[in-house]
Structure formats: structure tokens, C-alpha cells
Nanobody
Framework: QVQVVESGGGLVQPGGSLRLSCAASGSTFSVDDMGWYRQAPGKQREVVADISSGGKTRYTESVKGRFTISRDNAKHTVYLHMNSLKPEDTAVYYC??????????????????WGQGTQVTVSS
């Protein structure tokens, strides 16, 4: 099986920076798109940014110019560099990865795996 584990959340003052990391590990697999989502209290989960296996990135409008998503394919890891943080960025951030297991030498269909979430709080 595969696990997806995030790290790097915490409390930061407005204008500050944080870097989130998310690594996939486990049995033999390949990773396609990876992304970051967030869910604030009382709101629906929303996509923040995603990145293809080839490095193409997309961002939600509210974080453009402030957040940068990147990945290390050799380590099956995706990062979210967050700068100029605002109180409205406060949320639980979730990592998502499209993963295809290889079982008995046969590639299985890709499906979404999610991390457990990491809290980001922006407050003075």
C-alpha cells in the first residue's frame, strides 16, 4: 500500500512564510498529478494548487504570486511554499496525489490518495 504524509504546518504571523511538504511512500507505484487543497472552518475544501508529473502548475486566483508549488519526482514529494500569508489562508491543508500501484508487475489504474491534513494558522 501507499501512504501520503504531510508536514510543515503551524502558526505564523500575517506576512510570514511557511513551507508544506508531502511525501508518498510504500510499495511499488508511480505518481501522476499532485496537489494541495485546503478547508477552512465552515467552508468546502478547495484546490489551492496542483502540478503535473511534467511540472505544469495551476493556482487558485487568491494565492497567485504568493504560493509556489513544486515537486521532486525522485522522492515522490510535493512542496507548497507560502509567502505573504494572510489570515484568510488559515485552514487545514491537504495533500493529494494520483497514484498507480504496480502489483505483480502490472500497473493498476491511478486513483487519488490523500494526506491526513496539516493545520496552517495565520494570526498575530
Amino acid at each position: 500500500q501507499v501512504q501520503v504524509v504531510e508536514s510543515g504546518g503551524g502558526l505564523v504571523q500575517p506576512g510570514g512564510s511557511l513551507r508544506l511538504s508531502c511525501a508518498a511512500s510504500g510499495s511499488t507505484f508511480s505518481v501522476d498529478d499532485m496537489g494541495w487543497y485546503r478547508q477552512a472552518p465552515g467552508k468546502q475544501r478547495e484546490v489551492v494548487a496542483d502540478i503535473s508529473s511534467g511540472g505544469k502548475t495551476r493556482y487558485t486566483e487568491s494565492v497567485k504570486g504568493r504560493f509556489t508549488i513544486s515537486r521532486d519526482n525522485a522522492k515522490h514529494t510535493v512542496y507548497l511554499h507560502m509567502n505573504s500569508l494572510k489570515p484568510e489562508d488559515t485552514a487545514v491543508y491537504y495533500c493529494q496525489a494520483e497514484i498507480g500501484l504496480v502489483v505483480g508487475g502490472i500497473a493498476q489504474p491511478f486513483k487519488d490518495y490523500w494526506g491526513q491534513g496539516t493545520q496552517v494558522t495565520v494570526s498575530s
